[in-house]
Every structure is written in structure tokens, then in C-alpha cells.
């Protein structure tokens, strides 16, 4: 199933598109372990013919599952593209494909997702990262030479070169 429109439809007048497009027919690739798609997408839009092209203007939601980059805390992240304006033009080099009279928008309303998805997710933007308690035991195995590493180099500035 895809987001797409009818061109004889649309013709004879203006259509509403409702409803909800499911992650998988998005086709959407995050590869960012910090960001998965949870919901489905949801979609308000108003689809008219204009200038040789399709205008489509409404709202798209969807829910994120994120980790926080800095403390790797779960929460949730909406994504609201509010309001959203799409061209898609029908003549030139840059026409989309009409596929028995249909024009899909997916790949219009993907491209604005990819665009939108937090870069670094933070749960709060004042996030102070890992607890000062965790950053503690790992300061202390990095803090300073053991005796044992101490005596290997002293065993090595020894040699003569």
C-alpha cells in the first residue's frame, strides 16, 4: 500500500486524504540505532491539480522510539511536519511517474521524513549525559598507569638502540 492519488479524480476536483500509512511501506532506513519509526504515519492532506503538478498541503505525524545520545535513555519523539507543502510536478525532466493514473507520493513524503529526524536525540535538552557515578568507574581504569604497565616500561627504556 502506498500514499497515492488518482489523476482522474483529481481532475473532476480537489481531494482530502486521511489516514494512517504503515512503517513498512515508507521503506525507511534510519541505520541510526538511536532512532526507530514506532507508529504508523498518520496524514491530513489536501491534494489539488495546480501548475502542471500535484499540490498536496496537510500534516503528517509519526512517533519515534529514540535513545537519548548522551545518557541512552529510551523515550519518545513525535515527529509533526505541520504545516506540510509538497509540489510534485507531472512534466519535465522532473515529473513523476504516473502508473495507471495514479501518482504515488510516498517517495515525496519519505524524503521530507528523512529530512526531519533528529540528528543527535536528546530526552531533554539540558541532558546531562551518564551519571556521575557510572562516569566514576570508568575514570579509574583509565585514570593512571597500573604497576604492571609501569614496570613493562621501565623494562623497555632499558634497551639501547
Known amino acids: 500500500m502506498s500514499l497515492s492519488v488518482n489523476l482522474r479524480h483529481l481532475e473532476a476536483h480537489d481531494l482530502r486524504l486521511q489516514g494512517e500509512l504503515p512503517v513498512k511501506d515508507l521503506d525507511i532506513e534510519t541505520r541510526d540505532d538511536m532512532i526507530a519509526l514506532a507508529d504508523p504515519l498518520r496524514y491530513d492532506l489536501e491534494v489539488e491539480l495546480l501548475d502542471g503538478g500535484i499540490l498536496a498541503q496537510g500534516e503528517l505525524h509519526l512517533r519515534l522510539d529514540c535513545k537519548c545520545v548522551r545518557c541512552l535513555k529510551p523515550f519518545?519523539?513525535?515527529?509533526?511536519l505541520e504545516p506540510w507543502t509538497c509540489h510534485v510536478p507531472l512534466r519535465d525532466e522532473d515529473a513523476a511517474p504516473v502508473v495507471n493514473d495514479r501518482v504515488d507520493l510516498t517517495p515525496f513524503v519519505r524524503e521530507d521524513i528523512l529530512l526531519a529526524?533528529?540528528?543527535?536525540?536528546?530526552?531533554e535538552p539540558d541532558c546531562q549525559g551518564l551519571p556521575i557515578a557510572d562516569l566514576g568507574q570508568a575514570s579509574k581504569s583509565a585514570a593512571g598507569p597500573t604497576?604492571?604497565?609501569?614496570?613493562?616500561?621501565a623494562e623497555l627504556n632499558k634497551l639501547k638502540f
Open 76 to 80: 519518545d519523539h513525535r515527529l509533526d
Open 117 to 123: 529526524l533528529p540528528q543527535h536525540p536528546l530526552c
Open 147 to 153: 604497576e604492571a604497565s609501569s614496570q613493562t616500561w
